[in-house]
């Protein structure tokens, strides 16, 4: 058992490994068949391709440009509030989390290398980025989550002590303590196993494939892991997300009734108790999608962790292996659908949006139509000391309202230099 306590990985034939002096050789083979690092088996084929090999590369794109958008509307000056901070830091771990793992799935089913020998440096590199990686970045996303209606609870029903926690320092402090301890938790799983390198024939040829045995300490380490998981990162934190999205909604039910009777007396008053309702509304949106895909993979992940704990037999593994691709699935999609609440649930994120997006191009166009406005007024102004005006309309970015600059050139007294200079200093 010399090759079995090492902690990098050891070569040796197939042979050798099984015939070992110390063992019989039916137990070794029972031993390398069972941890023999193999694609085809860690999940279901049949799904597994057309998912994680084609779904999810897709939904990879649509999701990286949408919350491309999200970070850079919501991290814009104007913008900037602890909501729309944490907003933003769950963007970014929704990316990590759908980002991180498909290169390797394309790689194994895109290309289809999952039935390939595995060596151990891609074992090692399948482990940490289709899980280790994914869930880091996941357990901080649901625990943001968390912390966001935390905060939109304070917000309508503390209001005063809103004011008090609920401010940028505090909450960036609050992200950094999140995903230190999601890093944290998920640090030992690095080190939870040991990698054997076996010469193994296929396909007529020798190839080097990986068997990874437990660490000793393993056997009492990912009880402690699981469970921990399927506790603090899926089940408490959606049955806590429930009963604060209840609240927020008999909390709006009773703030649009209050708006209805304050409508008529103070109006200003109404349109700020709206604004505030419409936050509400696009935050209960958000967690009641990120419920409708995590009490599901929730579930399921209670059931793996008991099956293996007591050794029952709830579900069969190859259906939990399938329920899971396909919960995987829903929760990738549901990564798309923010962006879409935001915009229609959000008046100041559309003005942002299309400040920053669609006016860029108009401003561009304005511009190059100032520029042949400004090159036939040099063409056409004279020598005689009369004044040539240029009038230049453009729309700025922070209003929608256009202003209109007037720059008067005194033509027989500037050079053409002295001229753009200025022209470019009214132009901004």
Wanted: aromatic residues 12%; neutral net charge; glycine residues 2%.
């Amino acid at each position: 058992m010399d090759a079995l306590n090492r902690s990098s990985p050891t070569c040796v034939t197939l042979d050798e490994w099984l015939n070992d002096t110390e063992n019989e050789g039916s137990e070794r083979a029972e031993i390398f068949y069972r941890n023999m690092v193999n694609f085809t088996q860690i999940r279901d084929i049949k799904y597994s391709i057309p998912v994680y090999g084609y779904l999810t590369p897709c939904l990879l794109v649509i999701t990286f440009f949408t919350n491309a958008f999200m970070v850079a509307v919501l991290s814009r000056p104007h913008m900037r509030s602890p909501t729309n901070v944490i907003l933003c830091a769950m963007a970014i771990s929704d990316c990590g989390t759908l980002g991180i793992p498909v290169p390797m799935f394309i790689y194994q089913y895109t290309l289809g290398y999952h039935s390939h020998p595995v060596p151990c440096y891609l074992a090692m590199l399948d482990l940490v980025t289709t899980d280790i990686l994914p869930t880091m970045c996941h357990s901080a996303s649901i625990w943001l989550t968390l912390m966001l209606a935390v905060q939109r609870y304070l917000y309508v029903c503390h209001p005063s002590r809103a004011r008090t926690l609920c401010t940028v320092p505090r909450v960036t402090f609050g992200i950094a303590v999140i995903y230190t301890i999601a890093i944290s938790y998920n640090l030992p799983r690095f080190f939870e196993g040991v990698s054997i390198t076996i010469d193994y024939p296929w396909n007529c040829e020798i190839h080097n494939q990986c068997v990874r045995i437990d660490a000793y300490w393993a056997d009492w380490y990912l009880p402690v892991y699981y469970w921990f998981r399927v506790t603090c990162v899926n089940v408490i934190p959606c049955l806590l997300l429930v009963v604060l999205n209840v609240f927020l909604v008999v909390s709006l039910n009773k703030a649009q009734a209050n708006r209805k009777r304050l409508f008529s007396e103070r109006k200003q008053e109404s349109s700020k108790q709206r604004d505030s309702n419409n936050t509400t509304m696009m935050l209960i949106a958000v967690v009641f999608v990120f419920l409708a895909v995590e009490l599901p993979l929730a579930g399921i992940t209670l059931v793996f962790i008991i099956q293996n704990t007591w050794k029952l037999s709830i579900i069969h593994p190859r259906e939990l292996a399938v329920i899971i691709t396909f919960s995987n699935l829903c929760i990738a999609l549901s990564y798309s659908i923010y962006f879409p609440i935001y915009c229609s649930m959000s008046r100041q994120f559309r003005d942002t949006f299309k400040s920053l997006f669609l006016k860029a191009k108009q401003f561009t166009q304005e511009t190059a139509r100032n520029g042949r406005a400004s090159k036939r007024l040099r063409n056409l102004h004279g020598n005689n000391g009369e004044p040539t005006v240029f009038v230049s309309t453009a729309a700025t970015s922070d209003d929608d309202s256009v202003r209109t600059r007037v720059a008067v050139a005194q033509v027989s007294t500037m050079s053409m230099g002295d001229e753009m200079d200025r022209e470019n200093e009214t132009l901004l």
